[in-house]
Nanobody, 115 residues
């Protein structure tokens, strides 16, 4: 299986937190830069955060300071800790390589931020 498996989404209140996890195959994960992306209804997919194989990270301006991306190379997993959530963070979140591999989009995990 090539597609990653994302989990951890759900409903959160504004200001709340969620932690997303992604399990990727070695084909996708091994020594590659990995990223979280998101797609809100009616909008294009956008890059949220990137983590390089060595652990360096970069974030989109709209999540910097609120979200933290991490990886566990022993388990081929990538996580996204999301704090101080806002309603505009509502989207389906996906993980994939950075840049993304076209055949490696999973089902994603829905994050809804609402009171």
């Amino acid at each position: 299986q090539v597609q990653p498996v994302e989990s951890g989404g759900g409903l959160a209140q504004p200001g709340g937190s969620l932690r997303l996890s992604c399990e990727a195959s070695a084909t996708i994960y091994y020594q590659n830069a990995m990223a979280w992306y998101r797609q809100a209804p009616g909008k294009e997919i956008e890059l949220v955060a990137v983590i390089l194989g060595g652990g360096n990270t970069n974030y989109a301006d709209f999540v910097r300071g609120r979200f933290t991306i991490s990886r566990d190379n022993a388990k081929n997993t990538v996580s996204l800790q999301m704090n101080s959530l806002k309603p505009e963070d509502t989207a389906v979140y996906y993980c994939n390589r950075a840049p993304p591999r076209s055949d490696a989009w999973g089902q994603g995990t829905q994050v809804t931020v609402s009171s």
